[in-house]
């Protein structure tokens, strides 16, 4: 979207005839917000650190102003962008976590306010949590976010180097027509894991991180070069979306506690060719301030008015001098407590199970709390500011395998926010939770034995919390115990009604065929969760499932007006497909979405059925296969195995197969007249 250059005061987008274009005298200012993700205050240069090789954050805070006490409102990607865009903290923007929330509609953001004033807007993003899905694109003409998704990378990470993203937003904006812009670059190079270019990484032996950040830097340097040229009149504001804990307070990375090293950002503001009077160059402002500040701050600079939903304050009348933070990934992932904090000049009070106090020292606030601290004013204090922000809960992000898949490379490990809030501080338990990622880890490989040897340290740390007794329930779903593992889901739900819980309950009377429970237990999902595509998916499955067909396809199409692309339900399209005897249809559909679904044991279920149909039974039973090796105890899948590997007459293999169903279930008839069938058979066959 191309935006013609106009007078103020006649924005006339897109009209030619308009005699005012091209007049030099535009004094709208151009903006460019540059986010770098994971980066620490207390590693880059202007903040001290002298080991930095960032010269280029020198010269911006020679030309401009330094925060020196500048701090997030969440450790967390998606939540502290939603801040900075938004000028909300995340109560009231309500994106909470990362991964389960997306920035809705009716938030207002810098891009929607720049580009119904006529700014060009452009955002050029480098990874998966800032990536358009999760609602950043509102009020965006271009939003520059292509990730490579090919099949190595899955495992690995998603995100482009700065040196390609730099190229891009160049290349871009570049094209664009004269007048002002309003561009966001956001660079993800700091993030785990540290992998500098060699160049960088051989400058700083043994420190990757600050490798990364070095690089990053050498990029933002050669953007702004260009920029300028471009630019005479604009705003640059640099900060990051959260810090890394590199061992403060216990953590390593960042996302579940509220310490300096991981909410305390770089934010420094440049102006260049501005009438309005901004603080002298060189400035150092060194009281607190929040990310809820720069959007009022970059409205105010480039002149237009600042609508009454952004909750911060104008940088030049002093920002919000008592900031807000918050982690609820500890709660929603692993039912811990919650973590609020509110800091002032003279330090930090952060309140989970327990409150406490870290005083401002020097630089920074310590992670070690001032024990002598009176903490009830804090308390109260905290509380009121809670109070006022009228919390609400953004939509819902609904995900596929391939996304969960992508965020858990990440290292999220993405929770349920109806997950109840316990007893348990994260402070206290920081040094095991990267066991929790382990846990899930060592389940996925089936290392059960490594499992139970973490998942018994994490019980003695963490008793009785959700998310541990959900890692426990897990791995008695993977070792085969489904009947204790359903018990121990049914006593999570019981405990806190949760889609997530519920989903994992259908699917276990899925695997049993026992549908009728199944379709409840789906139904129950949905109710808890709207838009649950799983949940939909299950009900069609239950629907045919039971021999109701004409349900199965009504469910199958309402579905699909709301998740026109989800891959789960594309796999339901493909069996009603099926059903209508549309052989190559159903087999186009369920490949396109065998990518996103690879270790779905339903898709190969559903592409085994649809080979089996086309009279390719070597395949179909190839599929069956990798789905009875993805779900060993989905009962539908076996029997339905042993059924065509008889009818192909391998009666023994049929046999087998079935044979271990039948010791396990003895009271259930259709698994025992299966297996007669295939003994009989293999009789049969010997001549007995
Ligand atoms: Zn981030």
């Not at 993977?478 to 019981?494: I, K, S």
């Not at 595509?533 to 021999?547: D, H, I, Y």
């Not at 159903?586 to 044991?601: F, I, K, T």
Request: with cysteine; glycine share 8%; hydrophobic share 40%.
């Amino acid at each position: 979207m191309r935006r013609a250059w106009a007078g103020i005061g006649l924005v006339v987008a897109g009209c030619d005839a308009n005699p005012v274009d091209h007049t030099p005298e535009d004094p709208r200012p151009s903006v460019l917000l540059i986010t770098l993700d994971t980066t620490r205050a207390d590693h880059l240069s202007p903040y001290g650190y002298a080991l930095a090789d960032t010269p280029i954050y020198d010269q911006l805070a020679r030309e401009g102003v330094v925060y020196t006490r500048a701090y997030s409102t969440c450790p967390l990607t998606i939540p502290s962008h939603s801040t900075i865009m938004t000028g909300r903290p995340p109560p009231s923007h309500g994106v909470r976590d990362n991964g389960d929330f997306i920035l809705g509609d009716d938030a207002i953001t810098l891009a929607e306010r720049f580009s119904e004033a006529g700014w060009a807007t452009a955002a050029f993003t480098s990874a998966f949590p800032t990536s358009k899905r999760w609602g950043f694109g509102q009020g965006f003409d271009i939003y520059h976010d292509p990730l490579p998704r090919l099949p190595t990378q899955r495992d690995w990470r998603d995100e482009r180097r700065a040196g390609e993203v730099i190229d891009d937003t160049i290349a871009l904006l570049g094209e664009l027509d004269e007048g002002p812009v309003f561009s966001w670059v956001h660079l993800f190079d700091a993030h785990w894991p540290y992998d500098p270019p060699p160049r960088f990484a051989n400058a700083h032996p043994g420190r990757p991180y600050d490798g990364e950040i070095a690089y990053a830097a050498d990029e933002v340097a050669r953007l702004l070069a260009w920029w300028d040229a471009e630019h005479p009149r604009s705003i640059v504001l640099i900060t990051s979306d959260h810090g890394e804990g590199l061992g403060d307070g216990g953590e390593q990375t960042h996302g579940f506690l509220l310490h300096d090293g991981t909410i305390r950002v770089p934010l420094i503001v440049r102006t260049r060719g501005l009438d309005d009077s901004w603080i002298a160059p060189g400035t150092r402002v060194d009281h607190p301030v929040s990310h809820v500040d720069i959007a009022p701050t970059l409205l105010a600079l480039a002149g237009l008015d600042v609508h009454p939903e952004v909750m911060g304050r104008d940088l030049r009348d002093g920002g919000t001098q008592e900031t807000w933070s918050e982690a609820l990934t500890a709660q929603f992932s692993l039912g811990l407590s919650p973590l609020y904090a509110l800091t002032d000049a003279s330090g930090r009070y952060t309140e989970g199970s327990r409150g406490a106090f870290y005083p401002f020292v020097g630089t920074e606030v310590l992670p070690i709390p001032d024990v002598r601290t009176d903490l009830g004013p804090w308390a109260q204090r905290l509380g009121t500011v809670r109070a006022s922000f009228d919390e609400v809960i953004a939509p819902e992000a609904t995900l596929d395998g391939d996304d969960l898949a992508m965020l858990q490379a990440l290292g999220y490990i993405g929770g349920d926010p109806t997950a109840e809030a316990g007893e348990v501080d994260p402070r206290d338990v920081i040094g095991v939770i990267p066991l929790t990622w382990q846990v899930r880890q060592a389940i996925g490989a089936r290392r059960y034995g490594t499992a139970e040897r973490q998942l018994a340290i994490l019980e003695a740390h963490m008793p009785d919390t959700w998310g541990v007794d959900h890692l426990r329930a897990s791995l008695l779903l993977a070792q085969g115990r489904q009947e204790d593992a359903l018990h121990r889901f049914v006593d999570l739900f019981q405990r806190a009604p949760s889609s997530t819980i519920a989903l994992h309950i259908a699917g276990i009377h899925a695997s049993r065929a026992e549908w009728s429970e199944a379709e409840g237990w789906f139904a129950e999902t949905l109710a808890l969760q709207p838009m649950s595509p799983e949940a939909m998916a299950g009900l069609v499955r239950t629907a045919r499932a039971m021999g109701e067909p004409e349900l199965a396809w009504e469910r199958t199409m309402a579905a699909l007006v709301q998740h026109p692309d989800h891959a789960e339900l594309s796999v339901a399209r493909a069996e009603m497909l099926l059903e209508d005897g549309r052989v190559d249809d159903a087999l186009d559909e369920v490949s396109g979405a065998m990518d996103a679904l690879a270790h779905h044991p339903w898709a190969h279920l559903v592409l085994a059925e649809v080979r089996w149909q086309q009279g390719e039974a070597e395949q179909a039973i190839d599929a069956l296969h990798e789905a009875l090796r993805l779900a060993p105890f989905d009962l539908p899948v076996r029997m339905q195995l042993a059924r065509w590997l008889l009818e192909v007459g391998r009666n023994a293999e049929a046999r087998r197969t079935i044979a271990p169903a039948a010791r396990l279930l003895p009271e259930v008839p259709e698994v025992q007249a299966l297996y007669a069938e295939t003994q009989a058979a293999v009789d049969a066959e010997l001549g007995r």
